[in-house]
């Protein structure tokens, strides 16, 4: 359980992947964020025979959450090394890779979010021909500050109820089915209480 932000699309040529990359560097130098710049052609420990697409771009962020993922394959087309490696290795080819990237926002709070948030929609305008976000907190959708603290604040007072019961009964848990791990979750967290999770997580603004 994790506020997730699910972002794809094309960018208008592949000759402004260099400037994406120049501009997101002196982001993360003013936020004294980590970054790594990609080029999987190079990089040494890739397979030169791999049918994974050659990826060209940046990752960057907090060191304590998962990294933004601005790579291309030659195309123009986003996609993360992460998402082309498992989905790859699910069809056994890259044919149907489904192109997109993600970035779990949740352990770096609310204020970290609306900075990746900001930056996706400076980018998307300024270079991406097509663009898509699915953002489970609704913020980039909505703008709505007090939403999103709302939905960090229940998915963190979930998980810390839920890593209590588990370090108190993870023993009695050795064995058990998968239905019966759901209700033991149901039981810590309350039946109402996982459903409202669910429901305001998925809900959608008109």
């Known amino acids: 359980m994790a506020i997730t932000i699910h ?3 094309s ?6 992947i260099d400037e994406l990359v120049d501009e997101m560097v002196e982001v993360c130098n003013a936020n004294n964020w980590s970054y790594q710049i990609v080029d999987t052609k190079t990089h040494k420990n890739i397979d030169p025979n791999d049918p994974l697409p050659h990826l060209k771009g ?3 962020g907090l060191d304590e959450t998962e990294s933004v993922w601005l790579t291309f394959d030659s195309t123009g087309k986003l996609l993360s090394p992460m998402v082309a490696v498992f989905l790859q290795h699910d069809t056994n080819t890259t044919e149907h890779l489904d192109y997109h990237a993600f970035t779990k926002t949740q352990s770096a709070g609310p204020e970290y979010h609306v900075k990746i948030v900001n930056i996706l929609k400076y980018i998307s305008g300024k270079y991406f021909s097509a663009w898509n976000v699915n953002d489970e907190s609704q913020y980039y959708e909505t703008g709505n500050h007090d939403y999103l603290i709302e939905a960090m604040t229940l998915i963190d007072k979930s998980m810390a109820a ?15 089915t998968e239905v019966e791990i759901k209700e033991f979750i149901e039981q810590v967290l309350g039946k109402e209480a996982l459903d409202i999770k669910v429901i305001k997580l998925g809900d959608q603004e008109e």
């Open 7 to 9: 972002y794809g699309g």
């Open 11 to 16: 960018i208008k040529s592949i000759e402004l």
């Open 58 to 60: 940046i990752s960057f």
């Open 162 to 176: 839920l890593n209590e019961a588990f370090a108190a009964h993870g023993g009695s848990m050795q064995g058990k």
